[in-house]
């Protein structure tokens, strides 16, 4: 036999046949024999066995050679750069200094503290406290004069903390202890940390100011070419990492990725689906014309795809922006009413502490047998009372400072993009949009929602949102299929719908991915290898 | 055994249907070791 044409398949066989053809050569008519049979069944198994280790080490070797490729470096360093850059984001003249603090999202925990516990309520507290320390305010038991409770509780909570335990028996206990007095309590606190913004506002600005200027010299832009450097090292970040030959492994191996989507007969279906054509049948230049177009839709559908997933947030700022109402001025409103609320408030609680000293008042509190109680008690209710009063102010001030932020930063010249990137950075509003349009979301889907947009808002491939203006009326469906169709590729509208739009974004991701193979360092054979040698060196 | 493979050499493929075929063969053995039995022969 000619064994330049003789497959590797066919020699084993041969092999095994020969030997196979040996052993039943042999009697096993009585029990010598078949000892005989079985000493030289094991002879065989053994020279089998070693040649299996063989095997196995070659296998091992392959794999490890494979597998020994590493990430680009660069893209490392490229991701520690642009965490680096995002402090780009004190930049953005959009926002105040409560949101750059991040109060508006840590203080969230203290809103809805019904949905949390405790111990998250007080991780939140410590957080403000360092936001609050970070730009130059110290806070100590005086400064929450809200209400008393909020002072003993905080006095507490502060000791504590300094000793490194913000969630001690002690806090709880004195939690305990106020709580079946005043279980607005945690209200209290949050009143109180959102006056202490509102008291300090000019200091925190200054501080904001500051720290703008500082990241602006030192990256030596001014923010429109931070932002622009921003994306484009997005940009490539993303090219880097779609390319990067062990990313692409690493997403076979964590199962992210599947063989099947990259064989022959599937790429060869999804080319004719798009192109209308056999792939082999086109031309080399032409193929990478196509397969360069076949990237760009894979970006504009992922943008779109967002923006139909996001789109809820759009239309309620579309609604606010065409409302024309004078948020502003009701702002200003709003404002000058808590400050009246707030100095009556103060001027009770001062009342109140100087008729008795701070101990013998909260004794006084808890001892009902003492006859000036009631008095004490209908201070307490009123104060308590007006403690909701404001809750709901600066609720309505909340809403109506961003409100009049979307009025006044957007114009009919703005784009559908402009609109989404405002709002970003609003936690409060982006919470209570996605609360009325997903009416029982639980709070862990919420952060995740939430995430998902300041996600698609960073994505550097935006083409089609920011290009369309918020007065216009465009079908957007329309724009993406022209534009591909004058590409000779071929999307319907239909293929565009809510419904379809996955299909059609596998099968140009598939293209896109499979291209990306293509020009690795590995094949997908090797992929293919090292998934079935993993899983039998594993076993 | 002596069967004319340089497995250094072989493709991807060809090593796994390789190791395949010698782990099924050495388990035919091993099942002939633990349960073949005293074969009478009827034939004279």
């Known amino acids: ?256 990725e599947v063989i099947k989507n990259y064989e022959e007969i599937t790429i060869k279906k999804n080319y004719k689906k798009l192109l209308g054509v056999d792939q082999k049948e086109i031309e080399d230049d032409k193929l990478e014309e196509y397969n360069s177009n076949i990237f760009k839709m894979s970006n504009s559908l992922y943008e779109y795809k967002n923006y139909l997933k996001f789109k809820f947030i759009y239309d309620e700022i579309l609604e606010i922006y065409k409302s024309n109402e004078k948020f502003n001025t009701q702002c200003n409103g709003i404002r000058k009413q808590i400050n009246k609320l707030e100095t009556k408030l103060f001027k009770t609680n001062k009342r109140v502490e100087s008729l008795a000293n701070h101990k013998g008042l909260i004794l006084k509190l808890f001892n009902k047998s003492n006859q000036n109680n009631n008095k004490l008690e209908n201070i307490n209710t009123d104060a308590n009372e007006r403690i909701l009063e404001l809750k709901e102010l600066y609720r309505k001030y909340e809403t109506n400072k961003i409100k009049s932020i979307i009025v006044t930063k957007l114009n009919d010249s703005s784009t559908i993009y402009d609109a989404l990137v405002l709002v970003a950075p609003f936690y409060s509003f982006l919470v209570e949009t996605i609360i009325k349009h997903f009416e029982d979301i639980s709070q862990d889907n919420i952060r995740k929602t939430i995430e998902e947009f300041r996600e698609f808002i960073k994505y550097p491939y935006i083409t089609i949102i920011n290009n369309i203006k918020i007065s216009e009326e465009k079908d957007i469906t329309i724009v993406i299929k022209d534009k591909y169709n004058l590409c000779d590729i071929n999307v319907t509208k239909g293929d565009l ?43 | 055994m002596n069967v004319d493979i340089n497995i250094n050499d072989i493709s991807n493929d060809d090593l796994i249907l390789l190791y395949n075929k010698v782990e099924d063969f050495i388990k035919f053995l091993d099942g002939e070791i633990t349960s073949r039995e005293v074969e009478k022969t009827t034939k004279k």
């Open chain 1, 1 to 256: 036999m000619d064994d330049e044409v003789e497959s590797v398949r066919e020699k084993i066989n041969r092999q095994i046949d020969i030997d196979k053809e040996v052993l039943s050569a042999l009697p096993v008519n009585n029990k010598k024999n078949l000892k005989a049979y079985k000493d030289k069944v094991a002879e065989v198994k053994k020279e089998y066995e070693y040649y299996l280790e063989k095997v196995t080490q070659e296998m091992k070797r392959r794999v490890i050679k494979i597998e020994s490729i590493l990430p680009d470096p660069k893209i490392a360093k490229l991701e520690q750069e642009i965490q680096y850059m995002d402090k780009i984001k004190l930049l953005n003249k959009d926002i105040t200094s409560f949101e750059k603090m991040e109060l508006d999202e840590i203080l969230f925990v203290l809103k809805r503290f019904y949905k949390n516990n405790l111990e998250l309520v007080n991780d939140a507290i410590v957080r403000v406290l360092e936001k609050f320390r970070m730009v130059g305010i110290d806070l100590k038991g005086n400064d929450f004069n809200y209400s008393l409770y909020a002072k003993e509780y905080m006095t507490v909570f502060l000791e504590e903390a300094k000793l490194g335990n913000s969630n001690s028996p002690k806090v709880k206990e004195t939690f305990e202890q106020i709580y079946w007095k005043c279980p607005d309590i945690i209200i209290h606190i949050e009143m109180n940390f959102r006056n202490l913004y509102l008291k300090n506002e000019k200091v925190i600005d200054k501080y904001f100011n500051t720290a703008s200027k500082q990241i602006m010299k030192e990256l030596g832009l001014n923010q429109e070419e931070a932002i622009a450097k921003y994306n484009s090292m997005n940009d490539k970040l993303i090219d880097m990492k779609n390319k990067d030959t062990a990313l692409i492994l690493e997403k076979f191996l964590k199962g992210k």
């Open chain 1, 497 to 539: 719908d809510e419904d379809n739009i996955d299909n059609l974004i596998l099968s140009v991701e598939s293209i896109c991915k499979y291209n990306y193979l293509r020009h690795s360092k590995i094949k997908l054979d090797d992929v293919n290898f090292v998934l079935q040698a993993k899983k039998i060196l594993e076993v």
